[in-house]
């Protein structure tokens, strides 16, 4: 009989515990996130380079925000929209977003028309606090001239920067994107004004901190705006071009005259990783020849 009695002592003592941990759950309410629009809270914006650019090219921008006395909390999201007539530059990118000491306080996400930062715990009730944000964008639409960005402020104010969209006459461009596996895919447009050339040669040379992965898928391309392109398909093969991989790079000759313009992928691995994240530009080079000149 004691056996009994004792264990109704342990679960009234089960019971109870359970109660307090319940009530200690309520007695703290969760801090509902709150959304901010960073417009409120900039006090300061502009182009940070220029001010002549072509549609492909890179437009970097630069946002100061000072949230004074409003206090940040984990879970807060700052939404800040690009000026109507730039877009992201790579639409789902991420970063991290780090205090003067390098220490991770929030990450952003980038879209089409803006970026959207979510704080984490480490700037937990903190005040006066203040935001640097370097973005990269690119030019929204084919018209070519001077163009103002205007960015909104805080207290319904704005500033204007002014860019320069000019025309691209080059016939040969490239460019490069570093991909999740720490590998980078570079593109080379070849003939983009669609001429008639002949014994057209290329010749790649990679730039530093990468090593050539062998391998081109050459395809026939078309232009569908100022900036964008479509490939054809299937792409060309091996009896439209000869290639040669070196050490540094590779040297590319079409069989054939080319009348339109045509695209080049192919891949580099990055032998330093931890120049990734650090800013560093990596470079390549590429050279046309055909039966006129360079």
Do not use: C
């Not at 028309?113 to 009730?125: H, K, L, P, Y």
């Amino acid at each position: 009989m004691e056996k009994i009695h004792q264990g109704w002592r342990i679960l009234i003592g089960l019971i109870g515990l359970l109660g307090i941990l319940i009530i200690s759950q309520w007695a703290v309410p969760a801090h509902a996130a709150t959304n901010y629009d960073g417009a409120n809270f900039t006090t300061a914006a502009k182009v940070t380079n220029g001010p002549d650019f072509k549609h492909a090219d890179t437009i970097d921008i630069q946002y100061h925000l000072d949230f004074g006395t409003t206090p940040l909390h984990n879970g807060d999201t700052i939404t800040l929209d690009f000026p109507e007539n730039l877009r992201g530059k790579t639409p789902g990118d991420t970063f991290d977003v780090t205090d003067e000491s390098g220490e991770v306080i929030g990450k952003a996400v980038v879209s089409d028309t803006g970026v959207v930062i979510t704080m984490n715990d480490a700037f937990e009730g903190k005040t006066n606090a203040k935001l640097t944000l370097n973005l990269a964008t690119k030019y929204r639409y084919d018209d070519t001239g001077e163009k103002d960005v205007v960015f909104p402020l805080e207290n319904n104010g704005s500033s204007t920067s002014t860019i320069n969209m000019v025309a691209n006459e080059a016939n040969l461009s490239k460019s490069g994107t570093i991909q999740d596996d720490g590998t980078i895919k570079w593109t080379i447009l070849v003939n983009r004004k669609n001429l008639h050339l002949k014994n057209v040669e290329i010749s790649d040379t990679i730039g530093d901190h990468q090593e050539m992965i062998h391998g081109v898928t050459v395809s026939k391309a078309y232009w569908t705006s100022a900036t964008g392109y479509k490939r054809e398909k299937p792409a060309m093969t091996a009896d439209d071009y000869q290639v040669t991989y070196h050490d540094q790079g590779f040297d590319l000759t079409f069989n054939d005259d080319l009348d339109q313009m045509v695209a080049i992928d192919y891949y580099t691995k990055i032998t330093d990783p931890s120049l990734i994240d650090s800013g560093y530009k990596f470079r390549n080079n590429a050279e046309m020849t055909w039966g006129g000149g360079t």
